[in-house]
Nanobody, 123 residues
């Protein structure tokens, strides 16, 4: 399975971006999707997850109410809609997938990773 993340860019605080995670090789509907980010000088951190079984989503407290994870299995693509962006959201964002995840906040639970896309939020 290959993942292609896209949609990052430079945006002013309060703005929005939508990240995409296009999968090839296997149907995305067979996988849980996770979103992570790594800010400069920081560890990679969990952002959101989208469960394959029922589409339930979970979010880090820092993004809850501002970010929305979704998927379009027909397009084999996952999305992360990011609204009300803040400078502290600046990071490289990654999508990752795995067939079934118990501890979805742990990067080690995910098998396949995209290459990352840079999001920069200016104040």
């Amino acid at each position: 399975v290959q993942l292609q993340a896209s949609g990052g860019g430079l945006v002013q605080a309060g703005g929005s971006l939508r990240l995409s995670c296009a999968a090839s090789g296997r149907p995305l509907g067979s996988y849980d999707i996770g979103w992570f980010r790594r800010a400069p000088g920081k560890e990679r951190e969990f952002v959101a997850t989208d469960k394959r079984t029922d589409g339930t989503t979970y979010y880090a407290d820092s993004v809850k109410g501002r970010f929305t994870s979704s998927r379009d299995n027909a397009r084999n693509t996952g999305y992360l809609q990011m609204n009300s962006l803040k400078p502290e959201d600046t990071a490289v964002y990654y999508c990752a997938i795995s067939p079934q995840i118990r501890h979805f906040t742990l990067p080690s639970q995910y098998i396949y990773w995209g290459q990352g896309t840079q999001v920069t939020v200016s104040s």
